[in-house]
């Protein structure tokens, strides 16, 4: 350390040294370990929440239902109004419930137990013979809704699929980043909830799930003409000429035409970026970005949420061009994928899938 004309030292032991890369080391470790923790936590979440969406709720047989109508009646009846506030909750938005068309084996039938306990019920225990037959009434409507909700499901995620998306992969991009107060919902007394109610719970989550994610499906075409100049792929660079790989598609326009955003989402970029020149990122959840390059101008903002074909800029041909044209790429988790199939195939994928679902509510 030189000081006023004086050069000091200062020695650091081996020992010293020692210590302080064990202090860093240590630190390391309980960083690494911690967050090979939350990453256990989190696959054995899902884990749990698919299992349950694969298997079939356990019909409650007539004979163990009956034995608690007999020895706490009280409990039954504040089982069955707490089942009526989840059932409340679940179908809040949904409308008419029409017939589904998907395979009944994606639920179980309670009927024939049902049918049993009523009547077992209405024999043994008269007074309550109505309370049997509510409780019939709210297995048979959360079975047909849970078949419902898995038949919407399965509309949307064979949508994804002829995009070339990965419905599961989709959705556990959209558990990402999530938290809060932990708040289970239950239909018993003692904080439990009956397993066709958590099935019906985990399939209407699904389905919202999965249809906000075709809603964010990128699709709109992001310049007036669809004109490509070069592909997404390997291809000759226009400057140097040698073979390179191309993100995405070079669309050709007039400088200064509108640039528009290919789907709804949030602008999570909006300057210049080397060899992009003027960009514009949008985040359409899920994982799923759209670049949008060389603009001669942007108008869009950092942290703004755009409508599908909303203007957000004009074509240009700044950063590495050789003259006026949209760069336009489509990123899934940061890995560039080929824009053809949103623009090309998804608009008539996300009509007949969004047509379906209309005819189903």
């Known amino acids: 350390m030189r000081s006023q004309g004086h050069v000091r030292f200062i020695k650091v032991s ?9 202090v860093v080391t240590a630190a390391l470790l309980l960083w690494a370990g911690s967050m ?18 694969q298997r079939q709720a356990k019909v409650e047989k007539a004979e163990s239902r009956v034995k608690q109508y007999r020895d706490n009646l009280g409990k039954v009846t504040d089982d069955l109004e707490r089942r009526q506030d989840f059932l409340d909750k679940v179908t809040s938005g949904i409308g008419d419930l029409p017939k589904a068309d998907a395979p009944d084996d994606t639920v179980s039938d309670s009927s024939t137990e049902a049918a049993k306990t009523v009547a077992k019920v209405s024999a043994l225990i008269p007074e309550a013979a109505g309370l049997a037959k509510m409780e019939a009434r709210q297995l048979a409507f959360a ?10 499901s399965s509309r949307s995620a064979k949508a994804l699929k002829k995009l070339g998306l990965n419905p599961d992969r989709m959705l556990r991009n959209s558990e990402d980043a999530q938290g809060g107060p932990l708040e289970l919902l239950t239909t018993s007394r ?10 019906l719970g985990l399939s209407v989550a699904r389905m919202e799930a999965l249809e906000n994610t075709l809603d964010s499906i990128p699709h709109d075409l992001p310049a007036d003409r669809y004109s490509i100049s070069s592909y997404f792929g390997v291809r000759r660079d226009p400057f140097t000429g040698r073979a390179a790989m191309h993100p995405g598609l070079d669309i050709r326009g007039a400088y200064g035409a509108p640039i ?7 602008v ?9 020149g003027n960009l514009v990122e949008i985040d359409h959840g ?40 949209l760069h336009f790429e489509v990123r899934i988790n940061g890995i560039a994928v080929n824009p053809r199939p949103f623009l090309e195939t998804a608009p008539y994928v996300l009509e ?10």
């Open 14 to 22: 081996s020992r010293i040294q020692m210590t302080g890369a064990a």
């Open 36 to 53: 090979a923790v939350m990453a256990i936590s989190q696959y054995s979440a899902q884990r749990d929440r698919l299992a349950l969406l």
């Open 143 to 152: 079975e047909r809704l849970t078949r419902y909700a898995d038949s919407r």
């Open 190 to 199: 003692d904080g439990s909830i009956d397993p066709r109610f958590e099935r």
């Open 260 to 266: 528009y955003a290919a789907g709804p989402g949030t």
């Open 268 to 276: 999570i970029y909006a300057q210049k970026m080397s060899g992009y």
């Open 286 to 325: 899920n994982g799923l970005v759209t670049r949008y390059g060389h603009m001669s101008a942007i108008r869009a903002k950092l942290g703004q949420h755009v409508a599908a074909g909303q203007i957000i800029g004009a074509i240009g041909s700044t950063g590495r061009s050789t003259g006026p044209h």
């Open 352 to 361: 007949e899938a969004r047509s379906g679902i209309a005819s189903a509510k």
